[in-house]
């Protein structure tokens, strides 16, 4: 849940870009750090913990400077330690950068760099890349930080939020967003200028922001911004006058916070992953799960309780939990469980889903639980809540506040969650080999790039809602792992547009379902490149037979389906297990963009509250 700040103008840089982290405390973070640049020297300051550690160090061995960037980090590759800690600066004290995102082919790089004589002075991967810039400075781009940033950003994998600085070039700073591993926010100033991660850490000093898209680089001045797409392309660098009002703030430049949520799953996807794997020794760490060896080789099943969004979250975690730990799976609703006087022993372990902590339903099957002597889990968003609270051991969510209503960056990392538990489980367990563990650690390295990627398709999308949202009825169809995805697609368009939608196993249509299909019901399909695709374009043969519309998500490059689907909406190619991650993108923009064609309350729908605190 890393944070960004930077600055360049008139003023000292480091009460600024201090300050402005502090009001990005909220996301998180296990260490911090802060370069300044002064007569010609790179001055770094960091420190683990908190950030009044930092602030310490700093009024102990003051730094000054005009131009600066600071970070508070959250670890992924290496432990949280000073070394670690970002800001990174290059071999020869040239360049100093700090970075959001996972750099998924680090390892090669390093590799590359060290052969070359490069010396490494932390375990991050965000250091090649200030290796890289440093590299291309050496190489044909001395004195342009622009161009040296933009040759070492070309060989970087994954999505990233980038900010760099040169004591080569001390009038500069320069800015890259790869992706939607995190936002950039320009803030336009009086002889100064800000750079950050997100609004709030710079809203004090001016309301005049620009927001860099993927594959855009800025040079920022004093007194001027450049923006330029990353193959040389001039790129339009539209002002947004930003609101004083704290609710218009945090939306920012979305016109509600359910579609800033949606955008915000490559960030909030990367920082659950952050500090619980390691991609070096290809491990998964979960120290608040409170769980040994023993204890998890004495388990003998897993129930998981939930309710609406977390129930079908817990539904794909079933597929993770069985596959990887070999454990049998039930999945319950919160709201039924304690009814049924369920059978619970100590070698159960009882995983409660809830991105608020506070459901009522599920606090109360903890409660039966617990009595009964099962071993508690939950996944939560909310630190402190109750849930967490209650049970033996938590895995926390870190998406960030989510005020939407209708869950959407919450579903998706509390599936990532159950993922890394289903990993860690078999690590204790013994049922996964190295070579699957490895792999299983690659794939989701990949994740966030491939949710960011999936994002792009948000202006198709709303141009099909807008032929689709006189509806009155729609089908949902899924098979294996992406059957959750089909529930939780028809429940979105439900929640926020009034529209009634049903979700169904496909091979269960013609039990039933396929009655109601016709020319005014839309069937909108989950077909991707998998085991089940062949069984997936059966089941649109039969509702295109029958007159239905369908609607495919699909594997980009299958052009197949085209030939069978009424419109397709196609996600980049994605490990099976994680495809549920990258097919819901499409069906929550889906049920957003028909919500706003409606003139619905998306953020807000009617009869709904974000936590459900009654019976």
């Known amino acids: 849940m890393c944070g960004i700040v930077g600055y360049i103008g008139f003023r000292n840089a480091t009460p600024l870009i201090v300050d402005g982290l502090q009001r990005l405390e909220y996301r998180g973070y296990d260490s911090a750090g802060v370069a300044v640049l002064n007569d010609g020297r790179i001055d770094i300051r960091r420190d683990v913990g908190k950030l009044a550690n930092l602030r ?25 330690a000073e070394r670690n800690a970002h800001p990174h600066i290059s071999m020869d004290g040239d360049f100093v950068l700090v970075h959001n995102g996972i750099v998924e082919n680090y390892l090669e790089l390093r590799e590359e760099l060290a052969a070359e004589g490069v010396t490494f002075q932390s375990e991050t991967d965000t250091e090649v890349i200030v290796q890289l810039i440093e590299r291309f400075a050496k190489n044909g781009a001395r004195g342009n930080l622009t161009e040296a940033t933009r040759r070492a950003v070309q060989y970087l994998r994954g999505a990233h939020a980038i900010v760099v600085m040169s004591r080569l070039t001390p009038d500069e700073l320069v800015a890259v967003r790869i992706g939607n591993a995190g936002g ?6 009086e002889r100064e200028n800000f750079v950050a991660s997100d609004i709030p850490a710079i809203l004090e000093h001016t309301r005049r922001m620009v927001f860099l898209d993927s594959g855009q680089i800025a040079r920022v001045t004093t ?3 450049d923006v330029q797409m990353l193959d040389g392309r001039a790129a339009a660098a539209a002002v947004h006058d930003v609101s004083w009002d704290p609710v218009s703030a945090a939306k920012g430049e979305y016109k509600h916070f359910m579609q ?9 996807l990367t920082d659950t992953i952050r500090g619980r794997v390691d991609f070096d020794h290809s491990q998964v760490h979960l120290p608040e799960l409170n769980l040994t060896v023993e204890q998890a080789r004495a388990l003998s099943r897993v129930v998981t309780v939930a309710c609406g969004t977390s129930y079908y979250s817990g539904l794909v975690g079933k597929f993770y939990i069985e596959q990887l730990a070999r454990l049998n799976v039930e999945v319950d609703y919160g709201s039924e469980y304690r009814y049924r006087d369920p059978i619970i022993d100590a070698q159960t372990a009882i995983l409660a889903i809830t991105q608020s902590g506070e459901t009522v339903d599920t606090l109360a099957a903890l409660e039966e639980a617990r009595e009964k002597g099962a071993r508690l889990w939950s996944i939560v968003n909310a630190i402190g809540s ?23 960056k919450a579903f998706t990392a509390s599936i990532v ?18 070579e699957q563990l490895r792999q299983a650690i690659q794939d989701i390295a990949r994740l966030p790039d491939l949710v960011g990627r999936t994002l792009e398709t948000a202006e198709q999308i709303k141009e099909l809602a807008g032929r689709l949202y006189h509806y009155r009825d729609f089908l949902f169809l899924g098979r294996g792992i992406n059957y959750p995805i089909a529930l939780e697609g028809a429940l979105k368009l439900k929640e926020i547009s009034y529209i009634h939608a049903e979700g169904y196993p496909a091979g269960e249509m013609k039990h039933g379902p396929i009655a109601l299909i016709d020319e005014d019901m839309p069937v909108v399909t989950i077909a991707l490149k998998d085991a089940l695709y062949e069984k997936m374009i059966s089941q649109i043969e039969q509702a295109k037979a029958r007159g239905g519309r ?30 549920p991650v990258v ?4 069906l929550q923009l889906l049920a957003y963009t028909i919500a706003v064609w409606r003139g619905a309350d998306v953020d807000q729908p009617r009869n709904l509250a974000k936590s459900v605190t009654v019976e």
């Open 56 to 80: 310490g160090r700093i009024e102990a061995d003051p730094i000054e400077g005009c131009i600066g960037i600071g970070h508070t980090r959250w670890a992924t590759h290496g432990v949280p």
């Open 184 to 189: 950039v926010a320009i803030g336009l100033g």
């Open 223 to 225: 007194d001027s911004l």
């Open 260 to 268: 800033k949520e949606i955008f915000e799953q490559a960030r909030s």
């Open 386 to 408: 109750q849930a967490m609270r209650l049970a033996d051991g938590y895995i926390s969510m870190n998406a960030g506040p989510e005020v939407g209503v209708a869950s959407t």
């Open 417 to 434: 969650d159950q993922f890394l538990l289903a990993l860690y489980l078999g690590q204790l367990r013994g049922t996964l080999k190295p």
């Open 550 to 579: 369908v609607i495919a998500v699909a594997t980009a490059g299958d052009t197949y389906i085209g030939s069978k689907a009424d419109d397709v909406l196609y996600v980049p190619e994605t490990p099976p297990l994680l495809s």
């Open 583 to 586: 097919a819901v993108i499409p």
